[in-house]
């Protein structure tokens, strides 16, 4: 069944924009300045990490440390690996390698979930995290 079209564009021009938002906020992410994405997110963004207590400030912070890890290695590797993005959801399958060299020197691959307003601003945020290890059994890896 066909989608129906929004006011003012299509699902298809709603979806290309946040998929450049995500994007855009990447590119800040692996140049260190996560905290310039606040733009993207809503006042009000609610993530879903378990692991952090707080909002995107404290997320962002968060990010910033794990930065900060993989820079002890000489050639630590960032990659967006796929986006999707279906309504008011974009979903992102990123890896971080401490070392691009070196893969078996451990990093993490994640699957980021964001969902958008009508306005195309991020207003919830999921981060599922899968760290990479030496000897990890499946030949086919995670790409």
Known sequence: MPRKRAKGGSNVTSAQNRKK????????VVQG???????????NCRQHNP????????????MAAAQREAQKYPDPHFAVKR???DGDF????TEI????????????RQAHLFRFNK????????DITQMVEPD????????
Do not use: C, T
Not at 35 to 40: A, D, H, N, P
Not at 51 to 62: P, T
Not at 97 to 108: F, H, M, Q
Not at 119 to 126: A, L, P, Q, R
């Open 33 to 43: 300045r996560q905290k310039e994405g606040l733009r993207f997110f809503a006042e």
């Open 51 to 62: 692991y952090v207590k707080g909002g995107m400030g404290a997320l962002f912070n968060a």
């Open 21 to 28: 938002v995500v994007r855009a906020f990447f590119r800040l």
């Open 83 to 85: 986006i999707l993005a």
């Open 97 to 108: 390698l401490n070392s691009k060299s070196a893969p078996d020197k451990g990093g993490l």
């Open 136 to 143: 990890m059994p499946n030949a086919a890896n995670a790409f």
């Open 90 to 93: 974009v979903a992102v399958h």
């Open 119 to 126: 306005g195309d601003k991020i207003v919830e945020y999921w």
